[in-house]
């Protein structure tokens, strides 16, 4: 069964980078999907679909971040990760990892504090 598990730092500060990395296990992230994505969920609102990456390291991107989201991958390790450039307090969130095949990861909340 394809499991993903987030992880990344405790907390991140108002202009900095968060980076989080979500690792596959029990399937292989070249072929288990096509697409792996990162979603988040602010406090009290909806899911917001951020970027994915896909087979052939293309990569895909919301508008909404104005070019500071970067995803990218390592095979060997079977990981894939979110990087956020300049983030603001307003983007304090549960972030999650998922599979194109709807495996989840948990999610960690990231807060963002100034």
């Known amino acids: 069964q394809v499991q993903l598990q987030e992880s990344g730092p405790g907390l991140v500060k108002p202009s900095q980078t968060l980076s989080l990395t979500c690792t596959v296990s029990?399937?292989?992230?070249?072929?288990?999907?096509?697409?792996w994505s990162w979603i988040r969920q602010p406090p009290g609102k909806g899911l917001e679909w951020m970027g994915a990456?896909?087979?052939?390291?293309?990569?895909y991107y919301s508008p909404s971040q104005r070019g500071r989201t970067s995803i990218s991958r390592d095979t060997s390790k079977n990981q894939f990760t979110l990087q956020l450039s300049s983030v603001t307090p307003e983007e304090r969130a549960v972030y999650y990892c998922?599979?194109?095949?709807?495996?989840w990861g948990q999610g960690p909340q990231v807060p963002v504090y100034s």
């Open positions: 990456i896909a087979n052939g390291d293309r990569t």
């Open positions: 998922a599979s194109g095949l709807g495996h």
């Open positions: 029990g399937g292989s992230i070249t072929t288990n999907s096509y697409y």
